[in-house]
């Protein structure tokens, strides 16, 4: 492995300043399972690693003033997995759980997730689907921007390596709500979604859809947030036929590319099959079914 | 480009209940330093990327691959290996039951998915099939097609909630010749 | 479910088929197990390989001189400082190398043919200084076309891998450059008289990936070069002589100069039978006068060391309608990878090794191409060979609405039967482990539900015997220590000490097995071929009698009468007027009457022994994505004599949870470049325990005339149904019937989708 200084801030503001002090050759560490990897592969360089697991605000978990949920960068996936106040935010319970292993989980985070920017990323489409809002320290202050525009392409993102994921705030859940996520992976544990698909489905009194967000991930060079589709599905009633148009509107958005885990064409493919189910899954749980593809 | 190694740090662990006091380098893993600093070679180096678990320890209670662990993050850490599984010269359920059930063929694996499987039964003592399929899926195994694996992991469930000690280990003569006579 | 073993003999034993606790098993459970890369020297440096980025290029100039002047770095070494090695065949026991192949592969000298070739080396201080001093190491390329695909380099117009290359064809050399190294062919009857005479006949083609023994613990070693010219090795290896022999050969030194200490193996499935780093660490040794540790990384596991071949291949049968097999014809191509001799000779003889056809024919191909040289898996060449023809007889099945297991009943191989390479089968138990299946609760229990399948394939692969040596010393207290010389990788040491524990009528703990350097016990063969348990197991039987005839003669100066009134019955001596003493009695009466008894057996088999096997399997497929999820599964196998249950069991089950594996999603995956897209074990996709379910085992024994106890070896042919069992359950469940390895979910889905 390349040689680096190890340094662990105990504050934002002086992990920020490290930041800006190293002028580029350092790299952030929380969970480390891509960062460490990305190093001794020699996929990316640093002569400084700054870790911000120390920073007592970046591991915090907790349910904001509105209602909805502050997760710290910091937070692992077990955390997560564990956590009351995250338990409603099942989709992003569903991203967290299949990250990696348990080994991977213990160390994993859902900033590091979002934050390595990988298109296929599983915890973006969940974040995306239940409405995240990521805050984001620089050496000029805080800023914020939806979860949507944060990742820019592969392994790209906003703070292009000059800030630090603060939080990520997630919206309030309403009462008749429900969330999914899945991918679609070749085994059944320990891989790299081929494509996936997140959902988020609010219903009115009435039964009809009040509010949908839909993601789709690992089919273009970042997570895609299907806005038109889900907007179809706006003040219907659930119905089958309804959910197979809207899983094949969303498919068309996607624009995936042909590599060692699939074809344009499969991708497309799992897009709808993946978009149908999480729609599926959202609205059992919307209904108050518990429905988990993995123990939890 | 190679440049000169940063200066090495000063760590402070607790590690099967006894307290290490380490120099590392930053860019050290934790498993090289269990390994070849204080020789604790009993997490193994499978893959170094994460992706195998035969390098498995509990950090704080939870199941990590020490391969992409780095040695300065444990400073002030409790931390479980393989070495601290047994008791005083007692096997712990899960290794007897290894043991028994022969659940291992080359062993390389042994020790990561011993490590995870307490991890697992300390938090959920009665799991299903396919919650121990599911909580050991980070351990790869080439040899044994994981089915004596699950059973050993189920068999120590039922011992440890049976609450009797783990068994010695018999007197040589008696077993076979038991198990003899059972056989014939 | 794993019953009783079905047994076709009424021999009863003490010892043999009880499930006692493995003799190194505390060891392992506890993380004490000393496997290579635990072992620390004093003053040991570590070593590191620089491999090629290029799939094929010639080396046009290598610079060292910044990485031997990096602070730490204590030797470099290159091609240039290797014995320049003619063309030399050595016989590596389960196959041949031609050492100047070896010793190329091991570090290239002018060219690099495969991505992860090496190409220099460097020991330093600790590992972070030897990846540093790899990075200042300048190597000029120039790059050359590549070749990655069988048919592909068999075309006349592929690039030549190695331009002094001939085919060789039943003797003969061809007269051109080529990448085929060698044609064979084997032929009995008159195959298209039968084939034109059949009912039914069915063609198909059938393609396969390049996969990997995937065994956890990476290729590690560590040599050291003493002053006084001896080399000691401590590696992970399949054969401790084996290697010996192979690093003597390559640095070009005396035999008796060079100790191997086979530490414990972390898996190996025929990949660490030929050496890699062991001849590396030894001239690093050499240069820098201190112990070189080497451990290699995953990506240069799965780039740099064996893969077993991807391959093309070709069935033809004919069958009466009544299913009754007319001929077969069979074209295989396989790759060898970047130096000949591939496994294509076993391909050949185990192609139509499961039934009788009186007209068959094969030709095979070992052909070279720009990937790491290809290496032994788990029944090498057999499982390519049986996905293709298991396939086929399936489809007949199919066709001619026969079971498939009548089918295979009434076509299967049994005693008397020639097998198209020559050699007629002894008493084998094909028969009975068909039965076995037909008569499981898997097989009886219908199959319901939507998109599900089921399929069956057997399977077959020898046990060859080669030389194995042991000694042993019967020690005062009633235990005896037993040396072997074949590594450990399954838990052989117990079933060989159980061997000599029924041999002495003592338990299986008072054995004590212990697996020792070269140095220290006969020259024994590799542990492959299925061989050690029964062959190492052979040798600890015959020691056993070395040993009761050593005792009775103890017992006779005890007792004061002639040794030929003492006999042997089941742990006691027994003598004149019915005197007993019990095998501890008299042990503990040694130090008082004699020598110490100290017994030694050798064995030299020529004869190839058989195990045949039948798995069932049922699938569902998520007809949506193509994802095929297995359900049940249930492996058969002919044991011969079960020596531990347990174990025969687990390798029934590894084996078929590997082919499980090769079927569904493992493959090399190659960039546009030529080098592997998927080196990591996140990407090389073998099964998890959360993709499979409990593997069921039924242990047929129909023994072995070959070994005292019906033994035979079992450790290889699990791992052959496996892919022609999926893909029969995969037709049954969605009407797909795939050609290719592996029938990933893109595949599969694709083929769904095309069916009209």
């Known amino acids: ?296 | ?184 | 479910m794993n019953g009783s073993p079905i047994s076709y003999s009424d021999k009863k034993y003490k010892v043999l088929g009880t499930r006692p606790i493995r003799h190194d098993g505390t060891d392992k459970v506890t993380g004490r197990a000393i496997y290579t890369n635990d072992v620390h020297f004093p003053d040991m440096v570590h070593g590191k390989i620089l491999r090629s980025p290029h799939a094929h290029a010639k080396i046009l100039s290598i610079d060292t001189s910044a990485a031997q002047a990096l602070d730490g770095v204590l030797a470099v070494i290159t091609g240039e400082d290797w014995p320049h090695l003619k063309d030399k065949i050595a016989h590596l026991g389960e196959g041949a190398v031609n050492l100047a192949d070896l010793s190329e592969n091991c570090m290239a000298i002018d060219k690099a043919l495969y991505k992860g070739h090496a190409i220099a080396a460097v020991a330093a201080r600790n590992v972070h200084i030897a990846e540093e001093a790899l990075s200042l190491i300048k190597v000029e390329y120039e790059t050359l076309p590549s070749v990655l695909w069988v048919q592909d380099a068999m075309q006349d117009d592929a690039p030549i891998l190695h331009e002094d290359l001939r085919t060789d064809y039943m003797g003969a050399k061809g007269d051109k450059p080529t990448n085929i190294a060698t044609h064979l062919q084997f032929e009995q009857g008159d195959v298209e008289a039968a084939l034109a005479s059949a009912d039914v006949v069915i063609e198909r083609e059938f393609k396969t990936a390049t996969v990997h023994q995937g065994y956890i613990e990476p290729h590690n070693s560590i040599a050291l070069w003493n002053e006084d010219g001896k080399l000691k090795i401590w590696t992970s290896t399949q054969g401790s002589f084996t290697c010996r022999q192979q690093v003597a050969e390559l640095l070009q030194i005396p035999l008796s100069r060079v100790t191997v200490t086979p530490c414990e193996i972390g898996g190996g499935f025929g990949g660490k039978i030929a050496v890699y780093l062991e001849p590396v660490a030894a001239l690093l040794s050499r240069k820098c006068g201190r112990p070189v540790k080497m451990v290699m990384q995953r990506d240069e596991v799965l780039e740099a060391t064996g893969p077993t071949p991807g391959s093309y291949m070709k069935i033809k049968i004919g069958a009466t309608k009544e299913g009754k097999l007319v001929a077969g014809d069979a074209y295989l191509a396989y790759d060898a990878g970047a130096y000949p001799g591939g496994v294509i000779g076993p391909g050949c003889m185990c192609v139509f090794s499961c039934v009788e056809l009186p007209n068959a024919r094969v030709h095979g191909y070992d052909v070279c191409l720009n990937k790491p040289k290809t290496q032994a898996y788990r029944a090498p060449g057999a499982t390519q060979a049986a996905f293709a023809f298991e396939s086929v007889m399936n489809e007949l099945a199919d066709t001619l609405c026969i079971c498939p297991l009548e089918l295979r009943l009434k076509n299967a191989a049994k005693e008397g039967t020639r097998r198209v390479d020559g050699p007629i089968y002894p008493r084998v138990g094909l028969i009975e482990c068909l039965e076995a299946a037909k008569n499981s609760d898997h097989w009886n229990t219908p199959l319901e539900g939507k998109h599900r399948g089921r399929g069956i394939a057997a399977g077959f692969w020898f046990n060859i015997g080669l030389k194995s040596s042991v000694s042993a010393t019967v020690n005062s207290d009633g235990t005896v220590n037993l040396l072997e010389g074949s590594t450990d990788i399954g838990g052989t040491r117990t079933s060989i000490a159980m061997q000599l524990a029924e041999t002495l009528g003592i338990a299986a703990e008072d054995v004590h097995p212990k697996v020792v350097d070269t140095d220290s016990v006969g020259y024994t063969d590799v542990t492959g071929g299925s061989r050690t348990t029964f062959a190492t197991g052979l040798a600890a039987y015959e020691v056993g009698l070395d040993l009761r005839k050593q005792l009775c003669q103890r017992a006779a100066t005890l007792w004061e009468c002639d040794v030929e009134d003492v006999r042997f019955d089941s742990g006691t001596f027994v003598g004149c007027d019915n005197k007993k003493i019990t095998f501890r009695e008299l042990a503990e009466q040694l130090p008082e009457i004699g020598e110490p008894v100290v017994g030694r057996a050798s064995i030299s088999k020529d004869v190839s022994t058989n195990g045949f096997g039948v798995h069932i399997c049922d699938v569902e497929v998520d007809p949506e994505t193509g994802k095929v999820r297995v359900l049940r599964y249930t492996a058969i196998q002919d044991a011969g004599k079960a020596i531990h249950p347990s174990y025969v069991e687990g390798q029934l089950q590894g084996g078929a949870v590997q082919g499980i594996g090769w079927a569904l999603n493992e493959e090399y995956f190659y960039r546009d470049d030529a080098t592997m897209a998927n080196a990591s074990l996140l990407d090389y996709r073998m099964p998890t325990c959360y993709d499979l379910p409990m593997i069921d085992t039924i242990i047929v024994e129909v023994p072995n005339p070959d070994h005292p106890y019906g033994v035979r070896g079992v450790g290889e042919t699990p791992i052959v149904p496996p892919p022609a069992a999926v893909q029969s359950a995969i037709y049954h469940a969605c009407g797909a019937r795939m050609f290719k390895l592996p029938m990933s979910p893109p595949k599969l889905w694709k083929a769904i989708s095309q069916l009209s």
């Open chain 2, 1 to 184: 480009m190679p440049g000169k190694a940063p200066a090495k740090m000063a760590i402070s662990t607790t590690i099967n209940g006894q307290n290490y006091d380490f120099l590392c380098e930053p860019r050290q893993s934790l498993l090289e330093v269990l390994r070849d600093s204080l020789q604790l070679t009993g997490a193994k180096e499978g893959c170094n990327n994460g992706n195998c678990g035969a390098c498995t320890v509990l950090l704080d209670g939870e199941p990590v691959n020490s391969c992409i662990v780095l040695a300065v993050e444990v400073q002030g850490r409790e931390l479980t290996t393989i070495e601290g599984i047994a008791n005083r010269g007692e096997l712990h359920p899960i290794q007897q039951c290894f043991l028994e059930g022969a659940a291992l063929q080359c062993g390389i694996c042994t020790p990561g998915f011993i490590v995870a499987a307490k991890a697992l039964l300390d938090k959920k003592p009665n799991p299903s099939e396919e919650e121990i399929r599911f909580a050991l899926a980070g351990n790869l195994c080439r040899c044994t097609g994981y089915d004596k694996i699950v059973r050993s992991v189920q068999a120590a469930s039922e011992r440890i909630q049976a609450g009797s000690t783990p068994k010695q280990n018999p007197q040589p003569n008696q077993t076979n010749q038991q198990q003899a006579q059972q056989q014939q």
């Open chain 1, 1 to 296: 492995m390349q040689a680096f200084t190890y340094h662990a801030p105990r504050s934002v503001n002086e992990a920020v300043e490290l930041l800006a002090s190293t002028d580029g050759k350092s790299v952030l560490l929380a969970g480390g399972t891509d960062v460490l990897v990305q190093l001794r592969e020699n996929l990316r360089h640093a002569d400084h690693v700054i870790d911000i697991k120390q920073i007592p605000e970046l591991t915090q978990l907790k349910t904001t003033a509105d209602g909805g949920l502050s997760l710290g960068s910091a937070v692992t996936c077990s955390q997560l997995l564990h956590s009351e106040p995250a338990a409603p935010y099942v989709a992003l319970l569903d991203a967290a759980q299949i990250i990696g292993g348990w080994q991977i989980q213990s160390r994993a985070t859902i900033g590091g997730n979002l934050c390595n920017s990988s298109p296929a990323a599983d915890s973006v489409p969940a974040l995306l689907a239940l409405g995240a809002e990521v805050e984001y320290a620089t050496p000029t202050g805080t800023q914020t921007c939806c979860v949507s525009e944060f990742c820019t392409g592969p392994g790209k993102n906003v703070m292009n390596g000059q800030g630090l994921l603060v939080s990520l705030k997630l919206l309030p859940l309403g009462p008749t709500s429900g969330s999914a996520y899945e991918r679609f992976i070749p085994r059944y544990e320990m891989d790299i979604a081929v494509a996936s698909a997140g959902a988020y489905i609010e219903l009115a009194d009435d039964g009809t859809i009040a509010t949908a967000r839909i993601a789709l991930g690992a089919v273009g060079p970042k997570a895609i947030l299907a806005t038109q589709p889900a907007d179809a599905l706006i003040g219907q009633t659930p119905s089958d036929e309804l959910i197979e148009d809207v899983a094949r509107q969303a498919a068309t958005l996607a624009t995936p590319i042909n590599d060692m885990r699939g074809t344009i064409e499969f991708r497309q493919q799992l897009t709808y099959v993946l978009v149908k189910r999480t729609l599926h899954t959202a609205l059992l749980r919307a209904a108050g079914q518990v429905v988990s593809h993995h123990p939890r």
